[in-house]
């Protein structure tokens, strides 16, 4: 099956730091989503983008799909970024998940 | 606006008490799934349906069922829970964009 790894699994920042979140797949695939779990275990949908670069106010995705690798930027860090990142892949019929980054922003 | 909705948010029950948990959503989408997460394991796949009366096992499917006899919803069914049933569950459905999914369900099997 596919493989999805992400790095770093963990990251500390202080408020208003910038940083870069990568996602690796093993395999093509023609669907590909960010999430955010944010403390009280929600899944928050950030983006969809199997190819390309979409922003979103202080984030953005950028999917480089020939190469396997989709990385998400966070400016401007604040507190609320708090939680654990997730990169998906779609494989057949199964969604599969990358292991997380889990990023805590400092006041 | 576009929903997942998981019922109940928290369940705390006993070992081989049946217990139903619900999933509905308002999109019209085909296909729908079920996933646990556990830690240092992620989320998991555990049934999915293309369509009505159409279901098929995921990753880890034992000790679950499912059915889908109306499009909008998909009840995850655990007919003698067990302690290792003890996860977050999320219910989602699939559309053009993507995946959307329910704010969760925290099981607890004791």
């Known amino acids: 099956g596919i493989q999805v790894e992400q790095s770093p699994p963990d990251l500390i920042l202080q408020e208003g730091a910038n940083s870069t979140l990568r996602c690796n797949f093993s395999?093509?695939?023609?669907?590909l989503q960010w999430f955010h779990q944010n403390p009280w275990g929600q899944l928050i949908n950030l983006f969809y983008i199997p190819s390309g670069t979409k922003q979103n106010g202080r984030l953005s995705a950028t999917t480089v799909a020939t190469e396997r690798y989709s990385l998400l930027y966070i400016s401007s860090s604040q507190t609320t970024d708090s939680g654990v990142y997730f990169c998906a892949v779609k494989y057949g019929q199964n969604f599969v998940f990358g292991p997380g980054t889990r990023l805590s922003v400092l006041p | 606006e576009a929903q997942v909705t998981q019922n109940p948010r928290y369940l705390i029950t006993v070992t081989g008490k049946k217990l139903t948990v619900t999933c509905s959503q308002n999109?019209?989408?085909?296909?729908m799934s079920w996933y646990r997460q556990d830690p240092g394991l992620g989320l998991r796949q555990i049934y999915y349906s293309m369509n009505v009366e159409v279901t098929d096992k995921g990753d880890v499917p034992e000790g679950y069922k499912v059915s889908r006899k109306e499009k909008r919803n998909f009840p995850l069914i655990l007919e003698s829970p067990s302690p290792n049933q003890t996860s977050l569950y999320f219910c989602a459905s699939r559309h053009r964009d993507g995946y959307t999914f329910g704010s969760g369900t925290r099981l607890t099997v004791v």
């Open positions: 999109m019209n989408h085909e296909y």
């Open positions: 395999d093509s695939v023609n669907n």
